[in-house]
């Protein structure tokens, strides 16, 4: 993977995005003295013409430390350390990773610069969240125990405790608006909690271990229960009361390839910025696509190779796992798009604009539409098993051994307009 030539700094390259307005270019504000201020960053709506535009600007070669020679492996073929997940703040300005050499790595996103390295060697370090202050995470542990920490990235210390789960939580997320979180954990508990108490202020028991999310409003939030396939939505007002909707995620189309069909296993939850849809990222080679209002199952999106296996080379198990799956699908800030890693390391993108609208009684054997890619990037020589777009500005961000910046390549519309000139000569 190699960078666009001609972007030393990624700062002046990363137009904002605008959602659902034309590109406009307001009038330059002006200060108290009446002289005019510096004009703000350009705005401009994603369209398939910029998302199949997207290069690599910065590739962090260094971005995992490599494993010790002397560290016994414990899988042959298991290959290079891995960053495992990477979050925005709620601006867009900062990504952060953590990796399995057991550290989070900071870096701007304006001037595409490494920040800082913290290291959490005693617990280990997945699935950072950042709060609503740039400069706190919460994240789960790897070792010792299964708590979740609330980490200070500006004096490297931990500010609070959060002990409850007796098994590894593999699901964290933080409420859109308030101090709220919650995760699932393999002892097959959700748990919500409050950055202020340590204690928990909630707790679902459910038959098999959960993943969850919150939807852009904060009031709503779904629980998938792998084994199941099942997605329960709740009201966050009445959590301890049943859930006011079950989904069940059933693919009719995979009696066509197999039967008995591999069943999927869901590794992710993300509503849609619109709340009119729910995001289904599985290991498998799809990912789905649900009504947020009444379940109905509305597209499928094929054309990568899911995570369930770490190297591409590896053989297919039995039965499906979570795998490296979990944080390589997501959507782009106005829900137009739906960006993916893949186990062969390319970026692929889903146009997901016109999707089709059902209502009524759920119908289990309708069969989804079957979405093929707007387009499919080349990345990483390895697995891209982290993939997502910040939430202002026109960016991808994805990772694996390495880590990308991705950003639009302005200079084919450099030469579309040369060539334009050329011609009313």
Request: aromatic residues 8%; proline residues 9%.
């Amino acid at each position: 993977m190699r960078g666009v030539a001609g972007k030393s700094s990624i700062e002046t390259q990363t137009p904002k995005v605008i959602l659902d307005e034309p590109l406009t270019m307001p009038p330059p504000p002006t200060t108290s003295n009446g002289n005019a201020a510096a004009p703000p960053p350009a705005t401009i709506p994603l369209s398939n013409a910029l998302m199949t535009k997207l290069k690599p600007a910065k590739i962090f070669k260094g971005a995992v430390e490599p494993t010790p020679p002397s560290t016994p492996v414990a899988r042959p073929h298991q290959g290079p350390r891995h960053i495992t997940a990477i979050t925005f703040d709620d601006r867009g300005d900062q990504v952060l990773t953590a990796a399995e050499d057991e550290t989070f790595r900071l870096y701007s996103c304006k001037t595409g610069k490494h920040l800082k390295t913290l290291y959490s060697k005693k617990y280990g370090v997945d699935l950072p969240r950042f709060t609503h202050r740039h400069t706190t995470v919460v994240h789960a542990s790897t070792k010792e125990d299964d708590t979740i920490r609330y980490h200070s990235l500006h004096d490297n210390k931990y500010l609070q405790y959060f002990k409850g789960h007796s098994g590894r939580v593999v699901s964290l997320e933080v409420s859109p608006i308030d101090d709220g979180f919650m995760s699932g954990s393999m002892d097959k508990t959700v748990r919500l909690w409050d950055l202020r108490a340590p204690t928990c202020r909630g707790l679902l028991n459910l038959p098999a271990s959960p993943i969850v999310a919150y939807d852009s409003s904060g009031l709503v939030f779904a629980v998938g229960v792998n084994h199941y396939s099942r997605i329960l939505l709740y009201d966050q007002a009445n959590y301890d009361k049943d859930p006011f909707l079950t989904i069940t995620l059933e693919d009719p189309t995979l009696a066509l390839v197999s039967y008995p069909p591999r069943p999927i296993y869901m590794t992710s939850l993300s509503f849609s910025p619109n709340a009119k849809y729910i995001l289904v990222g599985c290991s498998g080679d799809a990912h789905y696509i649900l009504d947020a209002f009444e379940g109905h199952l509305l597209a499928k999106l094929e054309g990568h190779v899911g995570l369930e296996r770490r190297r591409i080379d590896a053989p297919q198990t039995i039965d499906p796992s979570k795998g490296n799956s979990g944080e390589e699908v997501s959507w782009t800030p106005d829900s137009k798009y739906v960006v993916s890693g893949s186990l062969n390391g390319k970026i692929i993108i889903w146009d997901v604009q016109n999707l089709p609208v059902r209502s009524g009684v759920v119908d289990l054997k309708a069969h989804p539409t079957r979405l093929q890619p707007l387009t499919t990037l080349d990345g990483h020589p390895g697995p891209s098993r982290c993939v997502r777009f910040n939430p202002r500005l026109a960016m991808i961000v994805s990772a694996g051994a390495e880590l990308a910046f991705w950003l639009p390549d302005q200079s084919a519309d450099n030469e579309e307009i040369a060539k334009e000139l050329l011609r009313k000569k």
